[in-house]
């Protein structure tokens, strides 16, 4: 088939999304198809008339445009197909605090919130006080994200998340472990236990830093926690109305996993998290990859 891979974009992911797409680029080529590049920061005005060149996209975009379902508009008006979910759902589970409010409504575990729309300035305090988790709500990756533990470091916590977008999400620090859950169709894959090797949570250099990260699949924990990540995992693709595939993170608190948010375009790199679950049940990347755009072409 003739492949459009649309990688890039101006979302400060740029370089996590670059990285992954040399992979998948690889990966594509090695299933025998023609690849064709297409970087939304210089070539948006093109997005159309080259997909309609094509016989389907592969999307690797994080942040917006991308996982903000612009793209995936854009696709449909040219009646190009693509993997993943379609552009509502790929809004929704993009903003942070309404997915939570899906979540919450469908019954899932998923931490308190409170969304800002601009710095509260001096004397603001969340109302769960301290400590807590500061980041934008549109974005991924955990750039513009701060733990917060005294009320001298929010100043610099909401400046770092404000300077990622418009809106914050500030979200009570819970204690326990993470853990991340992809869904490839209609499957849960096994369970990936996180355990970052230097700072206290999960964050950029632990994601995409070779090894900066312990990252256990399957997850050595008890069978009806894992079935309950699954299940929830399951939950929230279903409750979203996603396709394809996603990827949820949580907190275990007890034997209780914490939803914090979904993925619809999960990380694609060497280091990233839905490979090497799928690797866990016996699919290579280019096979993920072929069962990716199998996904697509039948939705």
Sequence with gaps: MKILLIAG?????REVSLSGARQIRTALEKLGHNVTDLDPLGQ?????????????????????????????ALLHA??????????????????????????????LVTADWELLTANPGPGWRPRFGLPAFFKPNNGGSSLGMSLVRAESELPAALEAAFAQGREVLAEPALEGLEVTCAVLG????????????AGVFFDYESKYVQDAAEEICPAPLPEDILDT????SLKAHTLLGLSGYS???FILTGDTPVLLEVNT???????????????????????????????????
């Design 9 to 13: 974009g101006w979302s400060s992911e």
């Design 247 to 249: 990827r949820s993170d």
């Design 229 to 232: 990540v699954r299940r929830a």
């Design 265 to 299: 375009l999960p990380g694609m790199t060497a280091t990233s998290l839905l490979p090497k679950a799928a690797a866990a049940v016996g699919l290579d990347f280019p096979a993920l990859i072929a069962r990716l755009i199998e996904l697509g072409l039948a939705a």
């Design 78 to 107: 040219a009646h190009c197909p693509y993997q993943g979910s379609g552009p509502e759902a790929s809004f929704l589970a993009l903003n942070k605090a309404a997915s939570k409010q899906i979540f919450r409504s469908g019954g």
């Design 186 to 197: 209609a499957a849960a894959l096994p369970p990936i236990l996180i355990k970052p090797k």
């Design 44 to 72: 948006f005005d093109s997005i159309m008339e080259a997909a309609r060149a094509h016989d389907f996209a592969f999307l690797n975009l994080h942040g917006s445009p991308g996982e903000d379902g612009l793209i995936q």
